[in-house]
């Protein structure tokens, strides 16, 4: 400020002097001018230095005094870790389980093993010694009684289920018997002999087929010594009735001599129902056209008066011995089905009751043993017979006649029939027993 002071006053003083510099004075005047600044220059630098070094110091101090806290309060840190660790208490390491090997576990199976099993014949022997201890009287009759109870129970129970089930049979028994015949074959015989003998001997061959394989699928297991029935009954919405009947009987016979009985009782059927029902029944035709077929057109009067014909078609066959149980000492069949038209001899529906017939009849046997019997004992004398077993299906069909008659008399063709189907038996036993 100084400088600048002379400089204006010489410069207001030599303008007062002269009005119009020289260049001379100029250039001393710049370079004056620069010396000053430069001076000024070097007296900033001066204060800025005296100022900021003790600033630089200042913060100096303060960075160092930050560090050695740091540094103590880092060794103090370390020293208490060091202390706390030192301590602590030592934590325990956790031990390994020993794995089994394979072969140890087998052992401990077998073993475990073993004494169950040992237990298990413990057991056994005290039930055995139980069974085979001899029980008091009071206390055989009452474990009777309790075990008779249970068993009653049980009995009754799987009764009812059954009972259950077989309503549900029964109704399809009855649907399935009011379809028809399964072994039925539609049949129609022209007048002439030469294409009835052709129809009847293609039909032949099948017919037994079919009767045969129909019999072993329908034939329940039961023992063949033992006689059975079973009857199925059914009105259709048309009026007819459809019946079915099987059973199993035996004769102590042969099944050549029980065959030749069921030929006579065929070829002479109508003698033999009117001996039996008290009907009239004759004989239409008599048309045997080969050995096993023969052919019943038959016409009966009821006490009644009621008028019923059928016609019927019979195919028989006999084997002297087969490789099938019960074959190996005879087999007989008998097959019969009714014949849908006949041009011959047609039916008359507005003047008698058409009845159609299906039937199949085996004949097989089986071994049993002789007794000989005296007054008051009878003992097996060890010799062995046959017992043949004859066993029967039937199928019939009563047509709802196609014009009027009272109830009772509706009522006595249906008993009619059921009574037809039993004379066979009656007269197979008569018979069988005149020729013993």
């Known amino acids: 400020m100084d400088v600048a002071g002379r400089e204006s006053g010489k410069s207001s003083s030599s303008g007062s002097e002269s009005v119009s510099p020289t260049p001379d004075s100029v250039t001393h005047a710049a370079t004056r001018w620069l010396e000053a600044m430069n001076e000024l220059n070097a007296s900033d630098d ?11 110091k200042k913060e100096l101090h303060l960075v160092t005094s930050r560090m050695d806290s740091d540094r103590g309060a880092g060794r103090k840190h370390g020293f208490q870790e060091n202390y706390d660790n030192a301590n602590a208490a030592p934590k325990k390491r956790v031990k390994r389980k020993h794995r089994k ?98 129809t009847l001997a293609t039909t032949k061959a099948h017919a037994l087929e079919m009767g045969a394989r129909f019999l072993k699928e329908r034939c329940p297991r039961i023992n063949p010594y033992k006689s059975m029935r079973e009857d199925h009954g059914y009105e259709a919405p048309n009026g007819d009735f459809y019946a079915t009947y099987f059973s199993t009987y035996q004769f102590e016979s042969s099944v050549k001599k029980v065959f030749e009985i069921l030929l006579g009782h065929f070829s002479s059927i109508e ?5 039996k029902l008290g009907n009239v029944t004759i004989r239409e035709d008599d048309d ?28 028989s066959h ?53 007794h000989t019997s005296t007054k008051n004992t009878s003992s097996c004398n060890g010799d062995e017979g046959r017992i043949v077993v004859v066993t029967r299906w039937v199928h019939s069909r009563v047509h709802h006649p196609q014009y009027e ?32």
Request: with cysteine; hydrophobic share 35%; net charge negative.
């Open 101 to 198: 090997s394979t072969i140890d576990i087998r052992k401990e199976e077998i073993a475990k093993l073993l004494k169950e099993l040992a237990h298990l014949h413990t057991r056994m022997e005290q039930l055995n010694a139980r069974a085979i201890k001899p029980c008091t009287a009071d206390e055989t009759m009452s474990e009777a009684a309790t075990a008779n109870r249970v068993l009653r129970r049980v009995i009754q129970k799987q009764q009812r289920e059954v009972t259950q089930f077989h309503a549900l049979m029964s109704e399809y028994s009855l649907f399935s018997t009011g379809v028809g015949s399964p072994i039925h074959q539609e049949i129609h015989l022209l007048k002439d002999n030469e294409s009835r003998l052709a």
């Open 288 to 315: 045997n056209l080969a050995p096993e077929i023969s052919q019943n057109r038959l016409v009966s009067t009821t006490i009644g008066g009621l008028r019923m014909e059928s016609n019927t078609v019979y195919f």
């Open 46 to 56: 001066e204060v800025h230095a005296a100022v900021t070094a003790p600033r630089v």
């Open 318 to 370: 006999y084997e002297e011995e087969g490789s099938e149980p019960g074959h190996e000492h005879g087999y007989g069949l008998f097959v019969a089905d009714f014949i849908d038209e006949d041009e011959r001899s047609p039916y008359h529906p507005h003047e008698r009751i058409r009845r159609d017939f299906s039937a199949v009849l085996e004949l097989t046997s089986y071994p049993i043993q002789l």
């Open 405 to 436: 008659i009272p109830l009772s008399g509706w009522h006595e063709m249906r008993e009619n029939t059921e009574r037809w189907v039993q004379t066979l038996h009656q007269t197979m036993l008569e018979r069988n027993s005149t020729m013993i």
């Open 271 to 275: 003698i033999c129902v009117s001996e």
